[in-house]
């Protein structure tokens, strides 16, 4: 059974830092890629990063990119995304999702599992 669990959410100042993981247990054989999705109270979800995880590949939103960083351990099977320069516009609860379609890596719809989600607060 595929499982995602997503660590490392909290409260931050505006330009700090938070490290979120997401680690995933069951099948990887068919595992292309691993996002992050982000949902702010009244908004829809929305793409943030997403990794390729045998090529390493990366895809970011203009909103974050220069800012936020996504990795993987393949080792540890573990998805990271490192945030720097915090804005309050960043609040909202953070996802990591699976993809095992081979497409639509920016595309909520194309991945087949998610975790729990977990909350991000940036204060000013």
């Known amino acids: 059974q595929v499982q995602l669990v997503e660590s490392g959410g909290g409260l931050v100042q505006a330009g700090g830092s938070l490290r979120l993981s997401c680690a995933v247990s069951?099948?990887?054989?068919?595992?292309?890629?691993m996002a992050w999705f982000r949902q702010a109270p009244g908004k829809e979800r929305e793409f943030v990063a997403a990794?390729?995880?045998?090529?390493?590949?990366?895809f970011y939103s203009d909103s974050v990119k220069d800012r936020f960083t996504i990795s993987r351990d393949g080792a540890k099977n573990t998805a990271y995304l490192q945030m720097n320069s915090l804005e309050t516009e960043d609040t909202a609860v953070y996802y990591c999702?699976?993809?095992?379609?081979?497409?639509?890596?920016?595309?909520?719809?194309?991945?087949?599992?998610w975790g729990r989600g977990t909350q991000v607060a940036v204060s000013s």
């Open positions: 999702a699976r993809n095992s379609r081979f497409s639509g890596i920016a595309t909520a719809s194309a991945y087949d599992y």
């Open positions: 069951g099948r990887t054989y068919d595992l292309y890629a």
């Open positions: 990794i390729e995880w045998g090529g390493e590949s990366t």
